[in-house]
C-alpha cells in the first residue's frame, strides 16, 4: 500500500500561534538543503470572512502566487477533524502579495479597520 504522503512535502515543524483572537498555524518544509515557513491559505481566508473557492481561483490565476501554493500534509487540531490533512499552503513570504489582491470591501465588516 503507498503512502499518502509519497511525494508531497511533509512538515518538519508545526507550530500555532495566536493572532487577533485567531489560531494561525505555520509549518517549515525542508526542500533540499534549506527550509521553507509555509501558511495555510483557507483558514487566512475564512478568518477574513472570505470564500475560499474564490480565493482559491484567484491564487492560480496569479502567476507568482501559482508558483509557490503546495498542498502540505498538516496535522489538525482534534476540534477541526483531527488527524493529518492535506491544506493549500503558501510560502509565508508570499502571503503578503495575496494579502495585497484582497479588496477591503470583501472582508468581513467587523475587521475592516
Given amino acids: 500500500m503507498a503512502d499518502k504522503h509519497e511525494g508531497s512535502l511533509v512538515p518538519v515543524e508545526q507550530k500555532t500561534i495566536v493572532f487577533y483572537d ?20 483557507r483558514r487566512l481566508a475564512e478568518n477574513l470572512g472570505l470564500t475560499w ?23 489538525n487540531t482534534p476540534g477541526r477533524g483531527g488527524g493529518t490533512q ?13 494579502l495585497f489582491g484582497i479588496q477591503t470591501s470583501r472582508v468581513k465588516e467587523e475587521i475592516r479597520p
Fill in 53 to 75: 473557492p474564490s480565493q482559491l481561483n484567484r491564487i492560480n490565476r496569479d502567476n507568482v502566487l501559482k508558483e509557490g501554493v503546495r498542498g502540505l500534509f498538516i496535522m
Fill in 22 to 41: 485567531d489560531e494561525l498555524t505555520a509549518v517549515r518544509v525542508k526542500e533540499g538543503k534549506s527550509s521553507t515557513v509555509y501558511v495555510p491559505v
Fill in 86 to 98: 492535506e491544506m493549500t499552503c503558501l510560502p509565508i513570504d508570499l502571503v503578503p502579495g495575496w
